[in-house]
């Protein structure tokens, strides 16, 4: 086999690839675990040389897999959780783990921008607002925190940057991680010198901009060695992983939303126009002249898994004897729970929360537990609580008039069956799951092939997915998640306050530690 291609997704929680050949066909996959750092409150971190070295044992599983050599593979696109924060030295090193998208350690610092910076001004110019995500409060919580690794820093980059840098020696910036660190002015999509000045930073440090289907270089000699690829293999400029995902499951029409159950929750909306609400984030479509509206909440997949990881061992065992997943054991379990668990509802900040608050110090909270409950209402509670969220962005989008057309799932969440379901009961609208969607890899892959003209449309992106039968919402239900999503949305109100107190009196107490450290 020839003319094959090949994507690389950093993600969250893995890092993962694929091999796929034109006519419509996935050749084969491979993933690695990625840990995430989280030693402090709110504090995301992960370690790039894990990345990387995720990266090259992906890609030799993956030449094994497919019985090909590096020779057989014409491009390689890689995706990536964006704006990760990664910081090189002089010889092009990392000088610490990267500082993740939802790392929520920065509240002071946020507070420093708002009192420094007009945000109807600072709005107009990149088309969002001052919140977590920005690279700004990162570098200024660094310059306060750790000011010998700022002093050190020559290179900026993003995670898919940086594994693209890796395999090529070659220094560039996608436009969406550009655009989403707060720092291009959205009118030119160009670096802006006021901006990067609020981050501490020189031009000099931020490499060009390039579109994500640009060819970035070809793979060199050293990381040839590394992962079996052919020195010379075109390498495109990147891919946003939400982008690149949302592009791999058919988000191209006007009205076209997708809600992606990964380790964190995106919400993505097509649209032909560049809007922007203060609430969301906007990105450039990988389909040039489109963009794309979106929000992503801080936590999805990762707070299920870290409420199994930790509360559920009773369940695994339970589910290792029947020979299941423990996943799909309380799924079971949760299915049989009236909507509303009985009562309890959780916000799910763990981390505090991305769009559309854009509140780092907001927190976890379980409200209505009694001594009847049990792991499954918690269980199922997290899974209402996940969709809540999602119906808060589509929310935004009916405010601002924008006609939602159909409703995608896709990702690991979304093969939960009891999951789609509240997902419809709770948005009162068809949710459809897509099937065969191996994740962003997906599209980096196809990205990077229309780079190297192996299609010639962008819609042929459909031979590599299906779409799965609607799962229909059901009136009753829906009535009683009314109700409950009103709870949702005014316990965040009502706490709003409380939450900095909590902070305070954490970093107050011996031993106690903040957000901000």
């Given at each position: 086999m020839t003319g094959l291609l090949l994507g690389i997704d950093v993600g969250t929680t893995l890092t993962k690839g694929v091999v796929i050949e034109p006519g419509g066909r996935l050749v084969a996959e491979a993933q690695r675990p990625v840990r995430l750092h989280a030693e402090h409150p709110g504090w995301a971190e992960e370690d790039t040389e894990q990345w990387w070295a995720n990266t090259q044992e992906v890609i030799r599983e993956l030449l094994d897999r497919s019985g090909i050599d590096g020779t057989s593979i014409a491009a390689v696109g890689v995706s990536g959780m964006v704006p990760a924060l990664v910081l090189l030295d002089g010889d092009g090193r990392?000088?610490?783990?990267?500082?993740?998208?939802?790392?929520?350690?920065?509240?002071?610092?946020?507070?420093?921008?708002?009192?420094?910076?007009?945000?109807?001004?600072?709005?107009?110019?990149?088309?969002?607002?001052?919140?977590?995500?920005?690279?700004?409060?990162?570098?200024?919580?660094?310059?306060?925190?750790?000011?010998?690794?700022?002093?050190?820093?020559?290179?900026?980059?993003?995670?898919?940057?940086?594994?693209?840098?890796?395999?090529?020696?070659?220094?560039?910036?996608?436009?969406?991680?550009a655009l989403e660190s707060g720092m291009v002015d959205l009118a030119s999509a160009t670096w802006d010198d006021e901006l990067v000045a609020l981050a501490g930073l020189r031009r000099e440090q931020l490499p060009t901009v390039r579109a994500s289907h640009e060819i970035l270089g070809g793979v060199h000699a050293e990381a040839?060695?590394?992962?079996?690829?052919?020195?010379?293999?075109?390498?495109?400029?990147?891919?946003?992983?939400?982008?690149?995902?949302?592009?791999?499951?058919?988000?191209?029409?006007?009205?076209?939303?997708?809600?992606?159950?990964?380790?964190?929750?995106?919400?993505?909306?097509?649209?032909?126009?560049?809007?922007?609400?203060?609430?969301?984030?906007?990105?450039?479509?990988?389909?040039?002249?489109?963009f794309l509206l979106n929000g992503c909440m801080a936590t999805s997949g990762s707070l299920v898994a870290w409420y199994v990881d930790n509360f559920c061992a009773e369940d695994r065992s339970a589910a290792q004897a029947a020979g299941r997943t423990v996943y799909s054991y309380l799924d079971d379990r949760a299915a049989d729970l009236p909507p509303g668990s009985g009562g309890v509802v959780l916000l799910p900040y763990f981390l505090g929360e991305k769009t559309p608050l854009h509140d780092p110090l907001a927190r976890g909270t379980l409200v209505g537990l009694g001594l009847h409950h049990g792991r499954q209402h918690v269980f199922r509670a997290i899974l209402e609580a996940v969709v809540y969220g999602f119906r808060h962005h589509v929310d935004v989008l009916v405010e601002r008039g924008l006609p939602v057309r159909r409703v995608l799932a896709s990702d690991g969440g979304a093969a939960s069956d009891v999951w789609l379901q509240i997902a419809a009961d709770v948005l009162g609208r068809p949710v459809t799951r897509v099937l065969r969607h191996p994740g962003s890899s997906l599209g980096a892959a196809y990205v990077a092939g229309m780079a190297v003209g192996a299609f010639d449309r962008w819609e042929q992106i459909a031979d590599f997915v299906g779409l799965d039968r609607p799962v229909e919402p059901r009136s009753r239900q829906r009535d009683a998640y009314d109700a409950f999503y009103a709870i949702y949305r005014d316990l965040y109100r009502r706490l709003e306050e409380l939450y900095p107190r909590l902070a305070h009196a954490t970093a107050n107490a011996p031993g106690g530690r903040d957000a901000t450290f």
């Open positions: 990392p000088l610490r783990r990267s500082i993740q998208q939802n790392d929520a350690r920065t509240d002071a610092e946020i507070a420093e921008l708002r009192a420094l910076v007009d945000e109807e001004w600072f709005f107009a110019r990149t088309g969002g607002s001052i919140n977590q995500q920005l690279i700004a409060p990162k570098m200024r919580w660094l310059a306060r925190h750790e000011p010998e690794v700022v002093s050190e820093a020559r290179t900026v980059l993003g995670s898919y940057d940086y594994v693209a840098f890796r395999l090529t020696g070659t220094l560039g910036i996608e436009h969406n991680w040839a060695v590394a992962t079996g690829l052919a020195v010379g293999t075109p390498v495109i400029a990147g891919v946003a992983d939400h982008v690149a995902s949302a592009f791999a499951a058919g988000v191209a029409e006007d009205g076209d939303l997708l809600i992606k159950f990964g380790g964190a929750g995106d919400v993505l909306y097509a649209t032909a126009d560049a809007l922007t609400d203060r609430r969301l984030f906007i990105d450039h479509h990988v389909i040039p002249g489109r």
